[in-house]
């Protein structure tokens, strides 16, 4: 009998502790549901104040200044050393006619003479592919300067264009890539029976110099409002590829006239 007892006890005991244990639970959940955790708000987004505008746009200005100031001094290096190289390519022109006239009375070999024509063709290589650093020079430069007038102009829609003094932009509605070269090449051959004058082709020296990125546009040799300019930019138009055609002399380039292909370039962080 007082077994019996302690086991009715016993399970007394453990509903009241099960009922304790259910009440706490339910309050938990209902305390949850009046208080829910807060879920947190992004902050407000900071508004650009007119005089933040302003510092960004001296910003800005100091930094095409400063591009503008280093491809002069760049240019100036370029043209040292061209001038350099046109003596070394003189003087070699010098040596073959004075080789030709020793080998005429044979006082020296062919070899001899042969090696003086690899010297000059090494020297004239050397030379063209300075001037062609100097045209890439002057193109980048003009294409900064028309580039920061275009930028006050609305955005340009696709498959319009957009003039600003002597610049034409126009956003084509094709993906333009660098492989895309061989058909506007053989339209060029094709039209006027020789190689496009490609002065640039993605990136280059000169831009990894002055911090540029060109990797996937190409610069062409010739005036836009010339009859090979005039040509190539209805095929451009035609075929819906993006560029940019720079009509003129710019302030700080020799003269810039030229058609960029591809999207415009954009500064980078200098390689070298």
């Known amino acids: 009998m007082m077994k019996d007892r302690k086991t009715i006890w016993i399970q007394l005991v453990a509903l009241f502790v099960l ?6 639970s339910a309050a938990a959940q209902k305390a949850k ?8 708000t992004p902050p407000p987004t900071k508004e650009v104040t007119p005089e933040e505008l302003k510092e960004l746009s001296n910003a800005a200005t100091q930094s095409r200044e400063n591009l503008i100031t280093a491809s002069n ?5 370029l043209e040292r050393l061209l001038a350099l190289q046109k003596q070394d390519e003189e003087r070699a022109t010098q040596t073959i006619e004075k080789n030709k006239k020793l080998l005429e009375i044979g006082v020296i070999a062919r070899k001899q003479m042969e090696e003086s024509e690899q010297f000059l063709a090494a020297t004239k290589a050397k030379t063209a592919e300075t001037a062609k650093q100097i045209e890439s020079v002057n193109d980048l430069v003009a294409e900064v300067e028309e580039a ?7 955005p340009v829609p696709t498959g319009e264009f957009r003039a600003s003094g002597l610049l034409v932009r126009f956003a084509g ?10 058909k506007v090449d053989a339209f ?4 006027f029976g020789k190689a496009l004058p490609v002065s640039a082709f993605g990136q280059t020296q000169t831009h990894n110099h002055l911090g540029f ?3 996937n546009a190409m610069d062409v040799a010739v005036h836009p409002d010339s009859a090979e300019g005039k040509a190539l930019i209805d095929f451009l138009y035609n075929q819906g590829i993006s560029f940019i055609a720079i009509r003129g002399a710019i302030q700080g380039s020799a003269t810039g006239a030229h058609i960029h292909i591809g999207a415009p370039s954009h500064r980078s962080v200098p390689k070298s």
Do not use: C, Q
């Not at 009922?19 to 706490?24: I, Y």
């Not at 920061?148 to 609305?154: R, T």
């Not at 509605?173 to 061989?182: A, I, K, Q, V, Y």
């Open 19 to 24: 009922a304790m244990l259910l009440t706490s």
């Open 33 to 40: 549901r009046k208080n829910p955790v807060p879920i947190p």
């Open 73 to 77: 001094t760049y240019r100036e290096s």
């Open 148 to 154: 920061d007038e275009m930028a006050k102009l609305p």
């Open 173 to 182: 509605t094709s993906r333009w890539n660098l492989s895309d070269f061989g």
């Open 188 to 191: 060029y051959r094709l039209k």
């Open 213 to 215: 990125d060109h990797s």
